[in-house]
């Protein structure tokens, strides 16, 4: 579960959206700090960006003054109690001394940013001034300092403290710059000693870059920083099991009896719940907790509690065995693509005994007085024999007879804003008894009323699971408590889920509701983005592009023969004139893409403006892959020269082409790069080539191709079932966008011109991973959508009509509906989406290219033509 994406759900009911947009009454702004509403002093300008109101001088004619691109800045800290008056003493003092400065606008969105999962990059961070040099830098430490003595605020992890107030300072970018990191994606950046832009490093970890000297009234700052250590105490600790803004979760030992113990840290001031406590309030909370419950077995036993620099530290005895969420991968019949009927029965047996061990724990725990308030799959521990369960994270529990509300939890366990006490862990428990053994509850969170159509999907898959034991969860999940008519206490909204769901294999009526339900969810009126989407869209020119923006849904649009949306056109075609400055240049991610989707819809002139933008840019830097790097411009450089006629533009392709073959040829060894599959890794590459070799017949080209091919097929390790998968370290994906279903994409058409024994043999592992029974997420480029798309579209022997009816059907297990039609859920599936990569738009092309007779295709990877012979003579479409 990606923690970024809560914050995300605070301002919407239904599509992420961003924090700063929460609204109260009828104004349509959040509260603000009175420091926020002060007039604009002359000879400065002000300015809203996310969460920070920004204020700068200017000169006689209103253009800002000559700053420092990159410098020694200073961060103020400050509680929610303190911050308006921190605002107030910091515009006093940087107003005269004509010192840039910004801060945080409201409270909330102060909340949010020292909230327990927000992060820790930026926790902490109220108030950002810019001095012009060092001279003003140890002024500004001095005097506002000494104007803030006794002020309390969380501790800034990126940054060195000025002695005990809440000033820090960190040497980092004060005007915007972008660079590629390692991974090949845009992050901040500032400029190195030979004058190349570098990753400005946000990591919760004080650091001065190498070639940066640190001031030397400084140096007793960074001396007493590194004097507090925990070599003192009576603890080891030996590896870090989590972190979170509200402090690290650490394994060690206790040195004086060799047991093992966990560790659990809580930062004053950070860590925020949705009451206002904070890391060691909390931290409290489960210290009391935990001793109620002593002897139980169900929970760890309290051994220590102490304080270590200003943070609170939970000393606990270590429990043996694994959380619930890890036995999935291994266990759950689904994972595989044949599930055999022993194993579906042998799981559900294990899944109602390991649920009834639950409700035993949850009752004990009730039994001591206690309300357990975060019931969820990270915190059950399964005993190493399976036979037993113990509950973990204990800082949400409140006393039995208590009224509060929950303030903690998972998304996909959230209960109903009018449950208290008890009934919150019942409403887990319900809950749990659908993601065992379908782990998608997070759908509820969009909508409760999506509970029956789970149970009835997990009824078709475990026949075993007793009926009484899905209806008494659907019952408890959806009823309606203190005489409110919705599970969410409040009544439902218009574009709740009150029609029933449409079957996305009802075509073409599941068409006409997708398109009804995208254009219902547009906000012509905005200028951040047009369709909601992923919240990659509200960095810079994710609204816009082709992933997660305008383009990528306009392109499902005509791609699935819907009528044309010539509002939305007319809004991207807005919006880039010209493009907003810092919009990427890539496929995926900008200016490239918009320009390849602008001249499918026609607007021919404005693509070549666009692709002109690029060109002028340094683009021959970009990383290598498809998403935002060389194949990918080079893919959308030469379909426009192929279209437009513009040979320069397919000389850069050719360019883009040559670059990507000496990068390639330089690596050594080829699987040695950090990811792999379409999106990021030499697929991407690969595919450029692979169109290339078609328009010329360079047999070149093909053979950098198939070496693109094998650097991500030698990251691909074979499953249980056989099935092939990326291996991530971590994890292994199937995917499209990350995963083998992306790479046996460009091997089928590889196979078309070439033949070759190990790209053959990689192919029946590719399709039973296409063939997978579950799927996390629905989406087209992370999700099932994909696997759908490929099944339908490869050449490879064996696939057959009941398999594309498979994945369509399993599809359906995330319809949701929105103002009565037909919508998916986007990443981590806690709202809907529109867009192209993960959700509603990306849903719409898989489905119309399976269903639908209007060729629909994702950019340069076309419906296959099936050549008798090879031949080089095989055009590729756009």
């Given at each position: 579960m990606d923690k970024r994406y809560e914050v995300y759900c605070l301002a919407d009911r239904f599509f992420y959206d961003t924090p700063d947009r929460m609204s109260v009454g009828v104004t349509g702004t959040a509260p603000e700090f009175g420091t926020a509403g002060?007039?604009?002093?002359?000879?400065?300008?002000?300015?809203?960006?996310?969460?920070?109101?920004?204020?700068?001088?200017?000169?006689?004619?209103?253009?800002?003054?000559?700053?420092?691109a990159q410098g020694w800045k200073v961060h103020v800290s400050a509680t929610l109690e303190n911050a308006d008056r921190i605002?107030?003493?910091?515009?006093?003092?940087?107003?005269?001394?004509?010192?840039?400065f910004k801060f945080i606008a409201g409270e909330r969105l102060l909340h949010l940013r020292n909230s327990k999962y927000a992060g820790r990059d930026g926790s902490g961070k109220f108030a950002t001034l810019y001095p012009a040099?060092?001279?003003?830098?140890?002024?500004?430490?001095?005097?506002?300092?000494?104007?803030?003595?006794?002020?309390?605020?969380?501790?800034?992890?990126?940054?060195?403290?000025?002695?005990?107030?809440?000033?820090y300072v960190r040497y980092g970018a004060f005007t915007r710059r972008v660079c590629a990191d390692e991974r090949g994606s845009l992050v901040p950046a500032i400029e190195d000693d030979q004058g190349r832009l570098v990753p400005d490093s946000r990591d919760p970890a004080f650091k001065v870059p190498e070639w940066v000297t640190l001031p030397a009234f400084l140096e007793p700052q960074l001396a007493a920083r590194n004097n507090q250590t925990v070599t003192d105490l009576p603890y080891r600790m030996e590896k870090a099991l989590h972190f979170s803004n509200g402090g690290g979760?650490?394994?060690?030992?206790?040195?004086?009896?060799?047991?093992?113990?966990?560790?659990?840290?809580?930062?004053p001031y950070?860590?925020?719940?949705?009451?206002?406590?904070?890391?060691?309030?909390?931290l409290e909370r489960e210290r009391d907790a935990l001793q109620k419950l002593s002897g139980l077995g169900i929970a760890p036993e309290v051994r220590d509690w102490f304080e270590l620099g200003g943070h609170r530290f939970l000393v606990m005895d270590f429990l043996e065995g694994r959380t619930l969420n890890s036995f999935f991968a291994d266990r759950h019949p689904l994972c595989v693509?044949?599930?055999?009927?022993?194993?579906?029965?042998?799981?559900?047996?294990w899944a109602l005994r390991i649920h009834r061990a639950v409700e035993e724990a949850v009752a004990a725990v009730h039994g001591r007085g206690v309300v357990f308030n975060d019931l969820h799959l990270f915190n059950i521990m399964v005993a190493p024999d399976e036979q037993s369960v113990a509950l973990l994270d204990f800082e949400a529990a409140t006393t039995v007879g208590e009224d509060g509300r929950q303030i903690v939890a998972h998304p996909g366990f959230v209960a109903p804003a009018d449950r208290r006490g008890t009934d919150v862990d019942r409403y887990a428990l319900a809950c749990l008894r659908l993601a065992l053994f379908l782990p998608i509850t997070t759908l509820l969170s969009i909508d409760r009323g999506k509970a029956a159509h789970l149970a009835k999907v997990i009824t078709a898959e475990f026949p075993d699971v007793p009926k009484e034991f899905l209806d008494e969860a659907?019952?408890?999940?959806?009823?309606a408590t203190r005489g409110q008519g919705h599970a969410t206490g409040a009544a439902r909204p218009a574009a709740a889920t009150s029609a029933p769901l449409v079957d996305p294999a009802d075509w073409p009526y599941s068409r006409d509701s997708m398109v009804k339900a995208i254009l219902a969810s547009a906000t012509p009126e905005r200028d951040d983005r047009l369709f909601p989407g992923d919240v990659a869209q509200f960095t810079d020119g994710g609204g816009l592009g082709l992933a997660h923006g305008a383009a990528g849904v306009l392109l499902a649009l005509a791609e699935s023969g819907a009528e044309r949306y010539e509002e939305g056109e007319r809004w991207l075609l807005k919006h880039t004139e010209p493009a907003p400055p810092g919009t990427p240049l890539g496929l995926n991610d900008g200016l490239a893409g918009i320009a390849h989707v602008l001249e499918r819809l026609g607007h021919r002139t404005r693509a070549l403006d666009l692709m002109e933008t690029v060109l002028q840019e340094n683009w021959q830097r970009l990383p290598s892959d498809l998403n935002g790097g060389l194949a990918g411009l080079g893919l959308a450089l030469d379909a426009l020269a192929h279209s437009t006629g513009e040979e320069a533009l397919a000389q850069h392709a050719l360019r883009a082409a040559e670059l990507l073959g000496e990068r390639l040829t330089a690596q050594s060894p080829p699987n040695g790069r950090p990811r792999a599959g379409l999106l990021h890794g030499a697929t991407g590459p690969a595919l450029l080539f692979l169109r290339l070799y078609e328009r010329n017949g360079d047999p070149a080209l093909l053979d950098l191709a198939g070496r693109a091919l094998r650097a991500d097929l030698a990251q691909c390790v074979a499953q249980r079932d056989g099935s092939l998968a990326v291996n991530e370290g971590w994890r292994t994906m199937p995917y499209l966008g990350d995963g083998s279903v992306g790479i046996g994409m460009v091997l089928d058409d590889y196979l078309a011109h070439r033949d070759d024994a190990e790209f053959e043999a990689a192919r029946?592992?590719?399709?039973?991973?296409?063939?997978?029974r579950f799927c996390a997420q629905p989406g087209l480029f992370q999700g099932r959508a994909g696997l759908l798309l490929h099944l339908n579209r490869s050449t490879a022997p064996g696939i057959t009509p009941e398999d594309i009816t498979a994945q369509i059907e399993e599809l359906g297990w995330f319809s949701m509906s929105y103002a009565g039609q037909l919508a998916f859920p986007g990443h981590q599936m806690m709202r809907l989406s529109m867009d192209l990569h993960t959700g509603t738009a990306g849903c719409l092309l898989a489905l119309s290219a399976a269903l639908g007779d209007s060729g629909a295709h994702v950019p340069f990877l076309p419906p296959p033509r099936r050549p008798q012979s090879r031949s080089r003579d095989v055009v590729a479409g756009s």
């Open positions: 002060r007039t604009v002093p002359a000879g400065w300008r002000s300015a809203r960006v996310g969460d920070w109101l920004t204020l700068a001088p200017v000169d006689e004619d209103g253009h800002s003054r000559p700053a420092p605002a107030a003493i910091v515009w006093d003092y940087c107003v005269p001394r004509v010192v840039p040099d060092e001279e003003q830098l140890h002024s500004v430490l001095r005097e506002l300092g000494d104007l803030l003595e006794g002020c309390e605020g969380p501790y800034i992890l990126t940054d060195l403290r000025w002695r005990e107030g809440p000033l979760v650490y394994a060690g030992t206790d040195t004086r009896d060799g047991r093992k113990v966990v560790l659990k840290e809580g930062r950070a860590g925020l719940a949705s009451d206002g406590a904070d890391a060691v309030a909390r693509n044949e599930p055999a009927p022993e194993a579906i029965a042998a799981y559900t047996e659907v019952v408890e999940i959806e009823r029946p592992g590719v399709l039973s991973a296409a063939r997978s």
